[in-house]
């Protein structure tokens, strides 16, 4: 069964400490890795999709890279405003969403 | 251009009623997906709407129905509703059945079964 594991649940940081949030996937045919940030009480918000191994993704403070069974999301010089839940997924040949159950981002300034 | 609206925003019903969630796609979008996230969990897939027929489902009881119509708008009903169908309700649309591009979600209807 396709599987979807984020990590760590949750990361407090100190503004400008940079940092790797997680993503492993167990799938069996990748259509798409997605990123996504949540605030709370609002939708997922997107911000990148992989499609194959070695692929990276930047935006602003914020960059997406893929292997064969994971993906990275590393945050640089973070602000207080990066604060959010950033959730991991898959698309499958179903076009059906497998989501983490995210990684709850704290800065501290 | 507007994106995915949902309403209500807030909802709350009692165990045993039956409730109806409303989905707007963004403009130019053809398909509809219905996603139920529980409290610090990741969404889950509910099903998905194309040209006016569900095409795929998740693993959800059959309380769990839904619409489309033909100016693409959804919408989820929820019978029999139990305590623990008390979740955000999100709604997403993209172009196309089988893309695996563009999927635009709405900020959700909460739910809160007493």
């Known amino acids: 069964e396709d599987q979807v594991t984020q990590s760590p649940e949750a990361l407090r940081l100190q503004e400008g400490e940079s940092s790797s949030l997680n993503c492993s996937y167990t799938v069996s045919g990748l259509r798409g890795l997605f990123w996504y940030r949540q605030d709370p009480g609002k939708g997922p918000e997107f911000l990148f999709t992989l499609y194959s191994a070695g692929e990276e993704k930047e935006k602003e403070r914020l960059k997406a890279t893929l292997t064969k069974k994971e993906s990275f999301l590393h945050i640089t010089a973070p602000k207080p405003e990066d604060s959010a839940t950033y959730l991991c997924a898959h698309l499958d040949r179903g076009n059906q969403f497998y989501f983490g159950t995210g990684t709850s981002l704290t800065v501290i300034p | 251009d507007a994106g995915v609206t949902q309403s209500p925003t807030h909802l709350i019903k009692t165990r045993g009623q039956q409730v109806t969630l409303r989905c707007s796609p963004k403009s130019g979008h053809d398909t509809v997906s219905w996603y139920q996230q529980a409290l610090g969990q990741g969404p889950q897939f509910i099903f998905q709407y194309y040209e006016e027929e569900e095409r795929q489902r998740g693993n959800f009881p059959d309380r769990f129905s839904g619409h489309q119509f033909p100016n693409y708008s959804s919408e989820l009903n929820v019978n029999a509703l139990l305590l623990g169908d008390s979740a955000l309700y999100l709604c997403?649309?993209?172009?196309?059945?089988?893309?695996?591009?563009?999927?635009?979600f709405g900020s959700g209807t909460r739910l809160t079964v007493v």
């Open positions: 997403a649309s993209s172009l196309a059945a089988g893309a695996n591009y563009g999927y635009t």
